[in-house]
Every structure is written in structure tokens, then in C-alpha cells.
């Protein structure tokens, strides 16, 4: 429907605001007729007319139904439907499909104020009455599609999973099917099966590539191309990159797609065509969002760093820093929506408790009663992990002595061998059994530095911040830039852990390699310590290999150069 129609169509709808029920159920038909193919008319419908008319409960709750079905199409926020909402869930039953339907757009609010556990409990209740109809295939699909992506978000990984397969049972077309196993094959990518993810998701390109929608293709060979370039394997992620830019509209100007293109010549190495398609994608950097944009703007100034051109990194990295401040300022209203979101949630919570005073002061009770045997139960598991501490501390405390005297018989070995060597010299007749005991001594020394450097390495992992680099090292993301990093007062408690259980090392290498620097010798501690080049770049603060590479090739010249 063109606007001006529209709007002549709402001016005689004005006309009959206060006419009988009939006039208002063709206004809804209409609104619902609008929905599948020009859900913004809708929309817009449905906002006019709740400024003009007093609704009764039942059609207070259809229209709560209509205006979230039509915000929600519009992929608009559905904070306004909120109190809608709620008066249409105190209208239906329990067992009424419009309850379902209710619940899934309550659970959706929910997911956009980032209430997780709220959202999870709506969308499940809605699926609990949704199967009681089978007919209702559409909005059961819906159900599962938001609840398996909560699942993803709490990190309920198997749930996600069983939803997903639940959904992929209920698709009837190619495109619901290509969405589901798109979605299977984002489980496997993040529980690692890297071969079941690929399948899926090849699997969900075929189905988009039969129908013929381009923006489901661009969507599938974006992400493969995110699958492989997690795998390294970066001429496959090329490609399906270059795919998704051919698949990608063309009423709007790629800049997405080089950035992605660029990020993957990068990872290659290929500094030159790295920047050539970044840059590409900040021609129109209005389809960038700010994150996007600082991530482009960050990575050219590493590119520009390496190619050793300050001035245009420093330029770009004020340009960077431009826009994680304008990102900051908008978190920050967005909180605040929350915050006000919350406070209207617990005012409802406030009403229903006057309401329902007996039935809290019961609950009360048995909150107090459970309370207390919780208290008791977890001070129990404070006592058992206290005792398990002082444990742990004698046996580090042990180590510690051990470490100290085999430290200690180390070198009384090599005063000995130095004895030894002294005497050979003077009775050349024992010159034979004295090798043979030098050849003791030393094997003795080399048993010895061996436990020495096991239990060194043990005393490292049983230090507070080795367990903090374990937790890093197995972190489960979509992407490099999401991995969470070694802060700079865990790196100095890093330093200092290092620099007492590595003394003798790093005093060694100090006196053999004096143009090493701390940074070199404490990546040379932790390789020794047998943690991966993953690992090393979070205890540096970075997500990128590549910096451990170089640092690598930088102390192999360091070394050349000290050894000339």
C-alpha cells in the first residue's frame, strides 16, 4: 500500500474510532494482511490507531500480538511492546496458542535487554504450549530459533544443539533447512568439530544456492570462509570470501566483504593487498558499524607499522581511537535503557508481591529455611576447600625445600667434578676411574637439572597466574578479536612468578646473550615452561601469532649477534 493511501485510509479510520467492535476488527484484518509482505505499513497502522482508540482486554491482547509481530518484522526494538505484552499474557491461558505466541515475542524482549535467564524461561513455557498444535509449525520454529541461540549464549552447547536438530525436523522448505543446518554447523564450529561444521554448512549453501537468495548465499559463504580462516586454512576462506562478495547485493556497496577479504590477506601476510581491499571498504564507511570500522582502522595501523610508515599509523590509530570512544558513550545510553528496563521490571515484581502478600510471606519462610541450609552446605565446602588449601600449601611448601636441595646438589656435583678435574691432572694413574666418576657426577647433574627443570615447570603451574593463562588459552570464540588477554598487572605478576622460578636461566642467558631484552627472556621462559605460541601472544596482551613470530626471528639475531 503506497503511503498516501495509507494515510487517506488511517483519516477514515479516525472517523469510526468510537463505531462499534466491527470497524475495529477490519482495522486489525487489515494490519494483518499488511504483515507478511509491508510490515512497516503495518506498523505504522497499528502506532496511529493506538493513539486514538480505548481497547477492551481481548483486543488489547490482539493488538499487543499484532504491533510486536510488526516491530519485530521491522527489526525494531520491542521495548515499547512491552507493557502490551504483559497485559496480553494476563489475558490468554495457559493453554491458548495466542500464549505462545505472546511468550516468544516476551522471550525476544527479553534477548534484546540482554536478560538471558528470563528470555530462556518465556520461550520455553511458549514451546511447552505450541506443541499441542501442530499446525502452528511457523511460530513453533521461531520458538526454537531464539531459544537454540540463547542456548549458544549461555554456552549450553548440547541444548543448542538438540534445539537445532529439533528445528531441522520441523522445515518443510529448502530455506528453513538451509537455516537450521547453518546453525547446527555453528555449533560444531565452536565445540571444534571442524569437519561436521563445514559439511553443515556446505550442506545449508546448496539449499541456499537451489533457491536462489542472495542473501542467504552471502550469509553461508561468509561464514565458511570464517570456518576455514579459523582453521589457517586461508586460501579456502579466500575464496568463499570472494563468494560471498559476488552473492552480495548490489544495491548496497560491499564494504563488509572487503574488510573480511582484506582481514584474510593479513592473516597471509599479504600486507599490500590487505590494505588495498580495507581501504576499499572504508570508501563508504557508512555501512560500517563503529566496531567495523575500528577494527579496519586498527589493523591498517599494524599494516602500516610493520611496512615501517609511522605518520599514517599514527593517524590511523587516532582515527581508532576516535571511534572506541564514540562506542563507549553509546554502551553507555544502552545501559541506561537497561537499567530503566530493569527498574520498571521490578516495579511489576513490586505490585504482584502487594497482591500476593500470604502467599509471600510463606515463601519468605522458606526462602529463610532454605537460606540457612545453604548457608550451612556451602560453609561445609568452605571448610573442605580450606583444608584442601592447607594441603596444597604443605605439598608447594615441600616442593619448594626439594627444589632448594636439589639446587643445593647441583652444585655441590659440580664442586666435586671441579675437584675431580683438578686431581686428574696430579695422578694421571687414576686418571680412568676419575673419568668414570666425572661420567656419574655428570649423568647425576643431568638426572638432577631434568627434575630440577620438571619440578620448576610444576611450581609454574601451580602458580595463581598459570591457571588465569590456562583459562585464556582455552577460550571458545567466532574470532581472533573477541579472545580475551593477559591484562598488564597479571603480566607483571607473570613477570615476577618467571623472573623467581627462572633466576638461574635467565642470569645464564643474561651472561651469554647480553643484547637480549626482559621481553625476549621472558618469552624464552614461558617456551620453556612448554606453553604454545597461542598461549604466549595472551600472556603478551595479543591474539595474533604473527607478534611471536617476529619476536622469534628478533632473538635468533640477537643471539647471532652476541655469539659474533
Not at 400 to 416: G, V
Request: charge should be neutral; proline fraction near 1%; hydrophobic fraction near 35%.
Amino acid at each position: 500500500m503506497k503511503r498516501p493511501n495509507l494515510i487517506l485510509y488511517l483519516l477514515l479510520l479516525s472517523f469510526w474510532a468510537c463505531s462499534p467492535d466491527k470497524h475495529l476488527e477490519t482495522i486489525f484484518r487489515q494490519a494483518d494482511s499488511l504483515l507478511a509482505e509491508r510490515p512497516d505499513s503495518a506498523l505504522y497502522l497499528l502506532e496511529t490507531l493506538a493513539d486514538t482508540c480505548n481497547l477492551s482486554a481481548s483486543e488489547s491482547a490482539y493488538y499487543a500480538l499484532l504491533l510486536a509481530r510488526a516491530t519485530d518484522k521491522c527489526e525494531k526494538s520491542l521495548l515499547p511492546c512491552d507493557s502490551l505484552l504483559d497485559l496480553a499474557l494476563d489475558y490468554y491461558d495457559s493453554d491458548q496458542k495466542e500464549r505462545a505466541i505472546t511468550l516468544l515475542y516476551k522471550g525476544r524482549l527479553e534477548i534484546e535487554m540482554e536478560q538471558s535467564e528470563r528470555a530462556i524461561g518465556f520461550l520455553l513455557e511458549g514451546l511447552d504450549i505450541i506443541r499441542n498444535y501442530p499446525e502452528e509449525i511457523e511460530t513453533k520454529r521461531h520458538l526454537l530459533s531464539s531459544l537454540g541461540n540463547e542456548y549458544y549464549n549461555a554456552r549450553l552447547y548440547e541444548k543448542a544443539k538438540n534445539t537445532f536438530d529439533e528445528l531441522y525436523r520441523c522445515c518443510y522448505t529448502d530455506k528453513d533447512k538451509a537455516i537450521a543446518l547453518y546453525n547446527l554447523g555453528h555449533y560444531y564450529s565452536i565445540i571444534g568439530e571442524n569437519d561436521s561444521a563445514i559439511f553443515c554448512q556446505r550442506k545449508a549453501l546448496e539449499y541456499g544456492v537451489m533457491q536462489k537468495d542472495s542473501a542467504m548465499v552471502d550469509l553461508f559463504t561468509g561464514k565458511l570462509s570464517a570456518v576455514y580462516s579459523a582453521q589457517e586454512q586461508y586460501d579456502s576462506a579466500l575464496y568463499y570470501a570472494k563468494q560471498s562478495l559476488l552473492w552480495h547485493s548490489q544495491k548496497e556497496k560491499p564494504s563488509v566483504h572487503y574488510n573480511n577479504i582484506g582481514h584474510i590477506f593479513y592473516l597471509k601476510d599479504n600486507l599490500d593487498s590487505a590494505a588495498y581491499y580495507m581501504n576499499k571498504s572504508l570508501e563508504d564507511s557508512s555501512r560500517l558499524s563503529l566496531k567495523e570500522k575500528a577494527s579496519i582502522l586498527l589493523n591498517l595501523g599494524c599494516i602500516k607499522e610493520e611496512q615501517e610508515n609511522y605518520l599514517e599509523c599514527t593517524d590511523l590509530l587516532f582515527q581508532f581511537i576516535e571511534i572506541v570512544d564514540s562506542v563507549y558513550r553509546t554502551n553507555q545510553s544502552t545501559k541506561i535503557e537497561q537499567l530503566v528496563h530493569q527498574y520498571d521490571i521490578k516495579e511489576k515484581l513490586s505490585r504482584a508481591q502487594q497482591k500476593n502478600e500470604s502467599v509471600l510471606k510463606n515463601i519468605v519462610a522458606a526462602f529463610i529455611f532454605g537460606g540457612l541450609i545453604l548457608v550451612l552446605f556451602f560453609q561445609y565446602r568452605i571448610n573442605k576447600q580450606n583444608k584442601l588449601k592447607i594441603v596444597i600449601e604443605q605439598n608447594l611448601r615441600q616442593a619448594r625445600e626439594r627444589y632448594k636441595n636439589l639446587e643445593h646438589s647441583i652444585a655441590e656435583s659440580q664442586r666435586i667434578i671441579s675437584l675431580l678435574q683438578k686431581k686428574q691432572v696430579d695422578f694421571s694413574q687414576e686418571n680412568e676411574r676419575y673419568k668414570l666418576e666425572i661420567k656419574e657426577r655428570e649423568a647425576i647433574i643431568e638426572k638432577l637439572t631434568f627434575e630440577k627443570e620438571n619440578l620448576r615447570i610444576w611450581l609454574f603451574k601451580q602458580s595463581a597466574i598459570y591457571k588465569k593463562i590456562l583459562r585464556l588459552s582455552t577460550q571458545e570464540v567466532n574470532c581472533k578479536k573477541e579472545l580475551l588477554v593477559l591484562g598488564n598487572s597479571d603480566q607483571k605478576k607473570l613477570k615476577e612468578v618467571v623472573w623467581e622460578l627462572f633466576a638461574d636461566f635467565i642470569s645464564d642467558m643474561k651472561i651469554h646473550y647480553s643484547l637480549l631484552t626482559e621481553e625476549d627472556l621472558l618469552y624464552l621462559c614461558l617456551e620453556k615452561a612448554e606453553l604454545s605460541n597461542q598461549t604466549i601472544a595472551l600472556c603478551f596482551g595479543n591474539t595474533d601469532t604473527h607478534i611471536i613470530a617476529q619476536r622469534k626471528y628478533r632473538i635468533k639475531e640477537r643471539m647471532n649477534r652476541d655469539y659474533r
